[in-house]
């Protein structure tokens, strides 16, 4: 028997099947690095997608272009600054309007502002706590008032291991992932409390609504790209399994979190991180 080729079930640069067939899917910061793996994910079960970004307008451009061609899946792109609540809402309003309905929520963008605590000015660590932090609660807000009303949907939260080991230089960055723990869990068990209330949690073979978060190690994308070559041999050096994580490693956790069979997980942190944390 030859070696199983482990890439069968996950072929991402196409569409392969229909799972997710008139889903829509709201990832923020989608246009890029791993918003934009976790859109080809969920495109490939023939997801709906619209992707969220802030400014830099050429990503979203070709993004757009080039994903209406592959999946043949209907795709949107929505601007906005996630540190403003309005912005929040906004987009939350644009995608609903746009494709008539919200299943997934994906809150992907995040920024960093590293500095140490001694030299962290208010504005670095407000601008981080806003987009990274502020920003998910007014999405998730938005968006599971028409969960709830629907009555299911799913909300994955994008938070960091740094969220559950602290690092040097980012105390905005870890406070602000360490935050969606506590946001996760709250908004699981409220999600749950509304669908009792309403009697829309007794179908066993329901959808359901469920917020969970998953954190990734270190990953491959732009946002590494200014970590000096000593400090990422540091940070290497600390990974057992040796390597950055890729994004579409990340995006294939948030998949199986999004998908309509994952109904009875609700309320967790699942670490994808090459056993840095553990
Ligand atoms: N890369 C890693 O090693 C790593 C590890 C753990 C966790 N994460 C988390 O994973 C998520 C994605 O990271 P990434 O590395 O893929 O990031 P990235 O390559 O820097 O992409 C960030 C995305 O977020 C958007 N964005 C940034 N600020 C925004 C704002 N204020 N409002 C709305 N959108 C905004 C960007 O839009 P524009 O394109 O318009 O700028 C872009 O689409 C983040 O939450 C990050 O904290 C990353």
Known sequence: M????????????????????????YVTGGTRGIGASICRSLASQGAIIAAGYTGNEKAAGEFRDTFTATYDTSVSVHKGNL???????????????????????????????????????????????????????????????????????????????????????QANYAASKSGLFGLTKTLAREAASLLARSGKLTDPDGIGLTINTITPGFVSTEMLEHIPEKVMQKILSQIPLGRLGKPEEVARVVHFLAADASSYITGQVWGVNGGMDM
């Open 2 to 25: 030859g070696v199983m080729d482990l890439t069968q079930d996950d072929n991402v640069s196409k569409r392969t099947g229909n799972k997710l067939a008139g889903r829509v899917a």
């Open 83 to 169: 540190g403003e609540p309005a912005d929040c809402r906004r987009t939350i309003d644009e995608v609903i309007e746009m494709h008539g309905r919200l299943d997934i929520l994906v809150n992907n963008a995040g920024i960093t502002c590293d500095k140490t605590v001694l030299k962290m000015m208010d504005d670095d660590w407000f601008s981080v706590l806003n987009v990274n932090l502020s920003g998910v609660f007014f999405l998730s807000q938005a968006a599971l008032r028409h969960m709830a009303e629907r009555g299911s949907g799913r909300i994955v939260n994008v938070s960091s291991v740094i969220g559950e080991m602290g690092n040097i230089g």
